[in-house]
């Protein structure tokens, strides 16, 4: 068509559209498939470009004055501005899960540590934008996983004590149950907020240990 020019891989890529299907060949374990037929879908990321539904209020939950919520680009962006992806304040946490995580399964989230509220429980403790890997070693799925454990741990006042990993430094917070009971009402009272987590955290079951059964922690 044009003598020895080449075209760029990418312009058999910009030619397809989500819902297309491609025709590929692979190599795998040695072994040449030709003709594989693929639906195109979009990219799969843990860390959504909007919040679902539109215009709602972001998901939360405050614990021992820590508060959690989910790693979105509204969340980065309205920290680390609308290029935060190249902002050399945005933590190599995030940037990492951007570029190589994938979801594992439906209904994954990245979870993570925003901030600590002023109450005697966080007096000496500045932790901000943290990941949140795991609770007493259980690796938190999402945010109402991490909602749950704590709760239920909270109404059986058992384990004692909870411990929090966070990001890829081996960074550890433990939290006194019992201290983080007696605290709540005047941590939310202090910081003047009406709710210890957002309304679709408020409306999921927990374990209630008076009935030994679930309740809504509301």
Same mark, same amino acid.
């Given at each position: 068509f044009r003598g020895s020019e080449r075209v760029h891989f990418t312009y058999l890529l =910009?030619?397809?559209?989500?819902?297309?299907?491609? &025709? &590929?060949?692979?190599?795998r374990n040695g072994t040449r498939m030709n003709n594989l037929k693929i639906e195109l879908e979009k990219t799969k990321t843990l860390i959504p470009r909007y919040l679902v539904p539109e215009n709602t209020r972001p998901s939360y939950y405050i614990h021992s004055g820590f508060v959690f919520? %989910? =790693?979105t680009h509204p969340y980065l962006q309205?920290? +680390?501005? #609308?290029?935060?992806? $190249?902002?050399?304040? %945005?933590? *190599?946490?995030?940037?990492n899960v951007w570029y190589d995580d994938v979801p594992e399964f439906v209904g994954q989230q990245v979870v993570v540590l925003s901030h600590a509220l002023t109450s005697e429980l966080t007096s000496?403790?500045? *932790?901000n934008n943290e990941l949140l890997r795991s609770?007493?070693? &259980?690796?938190? @799925? $999402?945010?109402?996983?991490?909602? /749950? !454990? &704590?709760? %239920?741990?909270?109404?059986? /006042? #058992?384990? @004692?004590?909870?411990?929090?990993?966070?990001?890829?430094r081996n960074v550890t917070i433990v939290t006194?149950?019992? @201290?983080?009971?007696?605290?709540?009402? !005047?941590? =939310?009272?202090?910081?003047?907020?009406?709710? @210890?987590a957002s309304d679709d955290l408020l409306a999921v079951a927990v374990y209630? $240990?008076? /009935?030994?059964?679930? +309740? +809504?922690a509301s």
């Open positions: =910009l030619r397809k559209f989500v819902g297309d299907t491609a &025709v &590929v060949s692979i190599v919520t %989910t =790693l309205t920290i +680390y501005g #609308s290029n935060w992806e $190249n902002n050399p304040h %945005t933590p *190599f946490d995030f940037v000496d403790l500045e *932790f609770v007493n070693e &259980v690796k938190v @799925k $999402n945010l109402t996983h991490l909602y /749950q !454990m &704590v709760e %239920t741990a909270m109404a059986k /006042q #058992s384990p @004692k004590f909870l411990t929090f990993q966070l990001g890829s006194d149950l019992e @201290k983080a009971r007696k605290e709540e009402n !005047m941590i =939310l009272k202090d910081n003047s907020i009406p709710a @210890k209630n $240990n008076n /009935q030994n059964r679930h +309740y +809504y």
